[in-house]
């Protein structure tokens, strides 16, 4: 079994950064992470995912803002978000599974964090 646990998360104008961080815990064996997010209303949707070897997919609506990075060997993922927009505002949640594929659906996770919420105001 994987623990997430997200943290990072809260409130900024438009325009300004915010970094959210992911410590996974546990016995099991940790592949690919990612993060998502889900506003109020709407689908949950990928952000951004990361294999072991740094492999990355965004989400287009993020490209070029946000910046993925992982620590292996702290088992330690972190969301760089930059040039904020009001349509960032969700809850964003931390995953990870043990294998396989490695992209934005979110079936192809098993393990989950809480979420930390994001609020971006104009």
């Known amino acids: 079994q994987v623990q997430l646990v997200e943290s990072g998360g809260g409130s900024v104008q438009a325009g300004g950064s915010l970094s959210l961080s992911c410590a996974a815990s546990g016995y099991g064996y940790v592949d690919c992470m990612g993060w998502f997010r889900q506003a109020p209303g709407k689908e949950r949707e990928g952000v951004v995912s990361i294999t072991r070897g740094g492999r990355t997919a965004y989400a287009e609506s993020v490209q070029g803002r946000f910046a993925i990075s992982r620590d292996n060997a702290k088992n330690t993922l972190t969301l760089q978000m930059n040039s904020l927009k009001t349509e960032d505002t969700a809850m964003y949640y931390c995953?990870?599974?043990?294998?396989?594929?490695?992209?934005?659906?979110?079936?192809?996770?098993?393990?989950w964090g809480q979420g930390t919420q994001v609020t971006v105001s104009a």
């Open positions: 995953a990870a599974n043990s294998g396989g594929h490695c992209n934005l659906a979110s079936f192809l996770f098993t393990y």
